[in-house]
């Protein structure tokens, strides 16, 4: 995890529990469990093996290291950014094929246009302001990654899932840059249900509700 503010103080406290927590951070269960969750919903995407990984708030970079584990085979090129000197010393022995970098959420040491996945794991919640987090991951991903999008309305005002998802499309293609293809792997559903609309990011098989990932 990574914690960015704008006061120095307070950032540099901050640091300094998560530099204490970094010997045994590993040994929480929840850890644990959310990234290997994590590398079993990426899974899919794994098979490129050109692909550039950036794990956020990558504390011991165990969300990477799930991901390299569950696929052997492949040779994603990972790099995780964290604020913790501490939990990246940990991160580099323990992962010493990927590069780990200080540096904050906020503004990534990183180029832009130069990452096809981003991922941040217990760590979004906590970032000082989370809209220019995500900001970040807008400008370092690349633009030309394929996308579909799927939805399914019920119950809704917004009631032509045709069109709804075409407006999606629209939104992300002139917002982002990404191309829309029938044949994308990455699928970006959208569940709109009694005017409440859900939307996921999915790499393969089932709608995520049908499969036991429900909204918070």
């Known amino acids: 995890g990574a914690l960015i503010l704008h006061n120095a103080g307070v950032h540099a406290a901050v640091v300094a529990v998560f530099d204490e927590m970094a010997p045994d951070y590993d040994e929480n269960r929840m850890h644990r469990a959310l990234a290997a969750e994590v590398a079993r919903f990426i899974g899919p995407l794994a ?13 011991t970079g165990l969300a990477l290291r799930a991901l390299a584990s569950a696929n052997p ?11 913790s000197p501490a939990m990246l010393e940990v991160a580099r022995t323990q992962l010493p094929t990927a590069r780990f970098t200080r540096g904050g959420a906020e503004s990534l040491p990183v180029r832009d ?15 000082a302001d989370a809209r220019e987090a995500i900001a970040e991951w807008a400008r370092v991903l690349r633009p030309d990654v394929p996308f579909r999008v799927e939805a399914t309305c019920a119950g809704s005002r917004i009631y032509h899932s045709g069109a709804a998802a075409e407006r999606i499309a629209r939104a992300i293609r002139e917002t982002v840059g990404s191309p829309a293809s029938d044949e994308a792997e990455i699928v970006v559903r959208a569940r709109i249900e009694r005017d409440v609309c859900t939307i996921s990011l999915d790499t393969s098989g089932e709608p995520l509700h049908r499969r036991g990932f429900k909204p918070e």
């Open 47 to 59: 098979t490129h093996a050109e692909w550039d990984v950036l794990d956020v708030a990558t504390g």
């Open 73 to 83: 085979e492949t040779s994603l090129r990972m790099r995780g950014v964290d604020v």
């Open 113 to 127: 246009d130069s990452v096809d996945l981003v991922m941040c794991v217990t760590g979004l919640h906590v970032f």
